[in-house]
């Protein structure tokens, strides 16, 4: 049996939730940002900056695998209304952590970023796991979502 419904929120609430938790979801990028313009990153900016938005990649990616399990376990169905916003934001943030290690870590130097990927381990699950969240980004429009059929995606 799961928790009693505390919250079951009507369109209006659910439209106003949805622009809260847009609204928080980016405030990690607004932080970096502040710190930037502040010059407050440390005695190594682009290291803070990698590994900050790698750090928030990671939140937002468990917040999202989180949901389902939430919702089955509480009866909130309108949790599943939020996933697919949170895993956007989870790959908009794997997006930048990527473009500042290619860009301003390493350069687009090919050959060291390829180097890289081979020595280090933890480079190469963070590859991996950004060709894997690509397809879920790349279908999770709404008309993708009406193509594959709601159910499947």
Not at 51 to 75: A, H, I, M
Not at 102 to 108: A, E, G, I, K, V
Request: charged share 15%; with cysteine.
């Amino acid at each position: 049996m799961g928790w009693p419904v505390v919250f079951n929120p009507n369109q209006r609430q659910l439209a106003a939730l949805k622009t809260a938790l847009f609204i928080a979801c980016l405030i990690p990028l607004a932080r970096l940002g502040w710190g930037i313009w502040n010059e407050q990153l440390g005695a190594n900016p682009i290291e803070f900056i990698t590994r900050s938005l790698g750090t928030w990649t990671l939140n937002f990616l468990l917040v999202t695998l989180t949901v389902s399990p939430l919702r089955k376990l509480t009866g909130w169905h309108w949790l599943l209304r939020l996933r697919r916003m949170l895993g956007l934001f989870a790959f908009f943030y794997v997006v930048l952590h990527l473009t500042t290690y290619l860009w301003l870590d390493q350069f687009f130097d090919w050959q060291a970023i390829l180097k890289d990927i081979l020595k280090r381990p933890f480079i190469t699950v963070g590859m991996s796991a950004f060709v894997l969240l690509v397809p879920l980004a790349a279908t999770s429009n709404a008309a993708m979502i009406r193509r594959i059929g709601g159910r499947r995606w």
